[in-house]
């Protein structure tokens, strides 16, 4: 069965400081990867998707890398904005005939101005 | 071009109601993916349509069931409400691939959510 783990749970920085949020998955067998971004009440925001062939993605201020043989991937936020501050999850898709993802509980981020 | 769209935004029922939730994918996209959410939680995957037909599902109990219509809405029905049941539900459409090969490609997008609090 595959499980995600975030970490850290919670991180507070001040704006404008570049921070990185781990993921990690027990099953290396994975079709992709998703992050999202999802504020408070909210729904998910699609961030980035990285097939199982792909090392990284970047859109933005945003790069997430994955290392599918370790059952790892970050994602990297660079030069932190007040509007930054969400919850930011990771998702695994593992196949197996459809698009179910397992979620990670997330990472809750607060960018202080 | 309509993204996912959820209806009502919040609910609240009592315990051993029933409650039908809905879900329009957003344009072009033919599979629909339910999740449930409780507080300070990841969502976990509920059930997955395509075709009409339900294709996968998670570890929840046969008093979760769906429904995929032909113009590729698709509702939630959850029987016998439980307190547990309390959670954001979230519908998530993909773009199916024409048949049931791997969906290794498929970005998901997922729609606003449905509160649902049951007393």
């Known amino acids: 069965k595959q499980e995600v783990t975030q970490i850290p749970a919670a991180l507070s920085v001040p704006e404008g400081e570049n921070l990185v949020l781990n993921c990690s998955f027990t099953?290396?067998?994975?079709?992709?990867l998703q992050w999202f971004r999802q504020d408070p009440g909210k729904g998910l925001t699609s961030l980035l998707l990285?097939?199982?062939?792909?090392r990284e993605q970047t859109s933005g201020r945003l790069n997430a890398s994955l290392d599918k043989s370790s059952g790892r991937s970050t994602l990297y936020i660079a030069a932190s904005q007040p509007g930054d501050s969400a919850t930011y999850l990771c998702?695994?898709?593992?196949?197996?005939?459809?698009?179910?993802?397992?979620f990670g509980k997330g990472t809750h981020l607060i960018i202080q101005p | 071009d309509a993204g996912v769209t959820q209806s009502p935004t919040h609910l609240i029922k009592t315990r051993g109601q029933q409650v039908t939730l809905r879900c329009s994918p957003k344009s072009g996209h033919d599979t629909v993916s339910w999740y449930q959410q409780a507080l300070g939680q990841g969502p976990q995957f509920i059930f997955q349509y395509y075709e009409e037909e339900e294709r996968q599902r998670g570890n929840f109990p046969d008093r979760f069931s769906g429904h995929q219509f032909p113009n590729y809405s698709s509702e939630l029905n959850v029987n016998a409400l439980l307190l547990g049941d309390s959670a954001l539900y979230l519908c998530?459409?993909?773009?199916?691939?024409?048949?049931?090969?791997?969906?290794?490609?498929?970005?998901?997008?997922f729609g606003p959510g449905t509160r649902l609090t049951v007393t």
């Open positions: 990285i097939q199982s062939s792909q």
């Open positions: 099953d290396s067998a994975i079709y992709n």
């Open positions: 998702a695994v898709n593992s196949g197996g005939g459809a698009d179910g993802l397992t």
């Open positions: 998530a459409s993909s773009s199916g691939t024409g048949g049931r090969r791997s969906p290794s490609s498929r970005e998901q997008y």
